[in-house]
């Protein structure tokens, strides 16, 4: 038992290092000015792990007696019931802060200066993250722990990788475009495995859809806005609310 929460405790010290190396490393390699824009933007995109993290609580311990019973229609089952319900919330926040996060230098002040790239890049690499966390849940509890542990360490490193190739070119644009990119292989890596060992697929393509729908409904609002009136806190609390 102690082994396996070792094991266990040195993934979560890894996860926890994959959500700070891009700031330490942006902070290494550029401005103040970019660390700080960039910090919160991150900071803001990470508020769509909310309820998908809420509602995952209880996954690892069901999975765990699901695997020892060797119920696998209950794990997949387990496994949609959370994806139908974290792609709702999830996607309503991703639509929301995709789009206008690059209006929040009205909220935090005009010394800040948000692209829309930056935005719909770490809306969609946290995204990714909070939506296929629970697959790391599953290799945990069905006794392969260090293979989760083998996965987030490549990611950590690919991520290292990624970030000092990228930020001296691209700087804030480099890091979110390197955490999008880990958060999206880590969990294709975790995903084919667990469907490997399961023999089913609990990936739907309707979960596709709310991400996609949110998104698009969130740039009516925006463009919408955009004809009524000139840039403005006021305006942006509208489009909000509309998207709502």
């Given at each position: ?72 229609a209950a794990i997949v089952a387990e496994l949609r019931a959370y994806l139908r319900r974290a792609t709702l919330l999830g996607g309503y926040l991703f639509g929301g802060i995709a789009v206008f996060g690059a209006d929040l230098d009205l909220v935090f002040g005009q010394s800040f200066s948000f692209s829309w790239p930056l935005a719909l890049l770490l809306a969609f690499g946290w995204y990714v993250s909070a939506i296929l966390a629970p697959f790391g849940y599953v290799l945990s509890m069905t ?102």
């Amino acid at each position: 038992v102690l082994s396996e929460s070792l094991w266990m405790a040195l993934s979560l010290l890894i996860y926890q290092a994959i959500r700070l190396v891009d700031i330490l490393i942006l902070a290494a390699l550029t401005s103040t000015q970019i660390v700080g824009e960039y910090t919160a933007m991150s900071t803001v995109a990470q508020l769509i792990q909310i309820y998908p993290l809420a509602i995952s609580q209880t996954l690892g311990p069901r999975i765990a007696l699901f695997y020892k019973r060797q119920d696998i229609a209950a794990i997949v089952a387990e496994l949609r019931a959370y994806l139908r319900r974290a792609t709702l919330l999830g996607g309503y926040l991703f639509g929301g802060i995709a789009v206008f996060g690059a209006d929040l230098d009205l909220v935090f002040g005009q010394s800040f200066s948000f692209s829309w790239p930056l935005a719909l890049l770490l809306a969609f690499g946290w995204y990714v993250s909070a939506i296929l966390a629970p697959f790391g849940y599953v290799l945990s509890m069905t006794g392969r722990h260090r293979l989760e542990l083998v996965i987030l360490s490549a990611g950590a490193a690919l991520l290292v990788g990624c970030l000092l190739a990228l930020i001296p070119a691209f700087q804030a644009i480099g890091a979110a475009l390197s955490v999008a990119v880990v958060f999206v292989t880590v969990n294709a890596v975790r995903c084919a495995t667990v469907i490997r060992f399961l023999h089913r697929n609990p990936l739907e393509l309707a979960d596709l859809l709310p991400p996609a729908g949110f998104l698009i409904v969130a740039l009516l609002c925006r463009e919408t806005g955009a004809l009524l009136a000139a840039r403005h806190l006021w305006l942006l609390i509208l489009e909000c609310a509309a998207y709502t």
